[in-house]
């Protein structure tokens, strides 16, 4: 079965651009959940999307939005690109919003700001 | 979520048992602690979690003092493949919580030397 599948792999933006990163949970898997890593840091929780509702929010600017499809694949949008973005953007799903959930992370996405 | 504490950096020898401590002093009663590993390039990777009582899976076992404040991730026969970030977290417990919006620490990188 594939796992988390996340696209593109890398991409690099300039300042002030816009930018969608793409994500595609497991098979049967509802909820999706957004992170955002800056190097040497531990992933930073941006958003969590179940069954189409955002059900959680980290403290990220209203740049970063998303939103969650009827085949739970789900985007993050990030406007008006900051250097200070420049980041490994992952994306985890789980099959339900459940304390007692595994979370199944994909590779990322390597966004660069110039 | 509650606030974790782990060494910075820990070595292990191949083929020992690798211990890895986590603080986790203002856990709440309904809160789960999970680790997750992060090995370079990749996203972290679900190793194992647990409320109150020990668990053990075919990766690790968990050991959760009495009081809750403390616990311990075993690596029982440590490889090369192990060297990694690993990453204890509090958290999840709260209602409606769940492990999609968990806090990341910056974790304990574990290096696994021959």
Known sequence: DAGVTQ????????????????????????????????LGQGPQFIFQYYEKEERGRGNFPDRFSARQFPNYSSE??????????????????????????????GSGTQLSVL | DAKTTQPPSMDCAEGRAANLPCNHSTISGNEYVYWYRQIHSQGPQYIIHGLKNNETNEMASLIITEDRKSSTLILPHATLRDTAVYYCIAGGGTYGGSQGNLIFGKGTKLSVKP
Request: one cysteine or more; aromatic letters at 8%; proline letters at 3%.
């Open chain 1, 76 to 105: 993050l949008n990030v406007n008006a690109l900051l250097l200070g973005d420049s980041a490994l953007y992952l994306c985890a799903s789980s099959l339900r919003q459940a304390t007692n959930e595994k979370l199944f992370f």
């Open chain 1, 7 to 38: 696209s593109p792999t890398h991409l690099i933006k300039t300042r002030g651009q816009h930018v969608t990163l793409r994500c595609s949970p497991i098979s049967g898997h509802k909820s999706v959940s957004w992170y955002q890593q800056v």
